[in-house]
């Protein structure tokens, strides 16, 4: 069935390093991707999303190229801030059919 | 434009009450979605909702749980009799249309003692 696999965290990184986070995913046909952040006590935020091959998903410096050659959707920062501290979720969906989420990844980020 | 919105944001119910979580979705969307996260782990699908009509229930166990979206007011998700491993976050989101992209509330947190 469709799924999809998140690096386990939690990671903890330096302000200003470089981010990245590997998901990867199983999906018959053509899915859309998503990256969505969930700050503490908080309900899940829509961060980027790509709906076909090639697709660059971006916004507040946060990227990921939908790749199908490799079935893979990483999240990458240049340079992350303590505010970006926070769990990611990758997910995955088709058209008429629901979300798939990954378990999360947790991030810390120490000033 | 209000966001999703949940409440309550926190429940606390003894073992064998009922829990009663509501959504109301961002205007002008019509489709309500409802998630349970368990502590440490992602979101699993539950229910899929429009107006009046349940669209998909593949998520939901089939006892004690129930949802339903009114045509008047928010969506409600029951738990029935409540034991304490339904103790997560439930959250819900909402979308213009079906299956696509969905924004989510705050979630309720139901903590079963």
């Known amino acids: 069935g469709d799924s999809v696999t998140q690096m386990e965290g939690p990671v903890t990184l330096s302000e200003e390093a470089f981010l990245t986070i590997n998901c990867t995913y199983t999906a018959t046909g053509y899915p859309s991707l998503f990256w969505y952040v969930q700050y503490p006590g908080e309900g899940l935020q829509l961060l980027l999303k790509a709906t076909k091959a090639d697709d660059k998903g971006s916004n507040k410096g946060f990227e990921a190229t939908y790749r199908k050659e490799t079935t893979s959707f990483h999240l990458e920062k240049g340079s992350v801030q303590v505010s970006d501290s926070a769990v990611y979720f990758c997910?995955?969906?088709?058209?008429?059919?629901?979300?798939?989420f990954g378990t999360g990844t947790s991030l810390t980020v120490i000033p | 434009n209000a966001g999703v919105m949940q409440n309550p944001r926190h429940l606390v119910r003894r073992r064998g009450q009922e829990a009663r979580l509501r959504c109301s979705p961002m205007k002008g969307h019509s489709h309500v979605y409802w998630y349970r996260q368990l502590p440490e782990e992602g979101l699993k699908f539950m229910v899929y909702l429009q107006k009046e009509n349940i669209i998909d229930e593949s998520g939901m166990p089939k006892e004690r749980f129930s949802a339903e979206f009114p045509k008047e007011g928010p969506s409600i998700l029951r738990i029935q009799q409540v034991v304490r491993g339904d103790s997560a976050a439930y959250f819900c989101a909402s979308s213009p249309e079906g299956w696509e992209t969905q924004y989510f509330g705050p979630g309720t947190r139901l903590l079963v003692l």
């Open positions: 997910a995955l969906m088709k058209k008429g059919n629901q979300f798939y």
